[in-house]
């Protein structure tokens, strides 16, 4: 879509933005549009530097100990 503007559409392109925003609000829009870039690069190169990290070693839950269940002792047995 971008590989057919010509110089013409950027011309035209800069002309509805000076309409729209005013030639005194340009510096502070072009100002706040670097700084939200630098923002995003910074959080994608700090996203990627974590994950490069190696993962901390997963810790097992210690399992509890199973009783093992008593025999049920018969009414013979106990009379």
Do not use: C, Y
Not at 22 to 36: C, D, E, T, W
Not at 72 to 79: G, I, K, L, Y
């Amino acid at each position: 879509m971008l590989q057919n503007l010509t110089g013409w559409h950027a011309v035209i392109l800069l002309a509805v933005v000076l309409l729209f925003f005013g030639a005194s609000k340009l510096p502070n829009l072009a100002r706040s549009v670097g700084q939200s870039a630098r923002i995003f690069k910074s959080e994608v190169a700090s996203t990627t530097d974590q994950a490069s990290e190696p993962a901390a070693e997963a810790v097992t839950p210690a399992q509890p100990a199973v009783t093992p269940p008593v025999p049920a002792t018969s009414r013979a047995e106990t009379s």
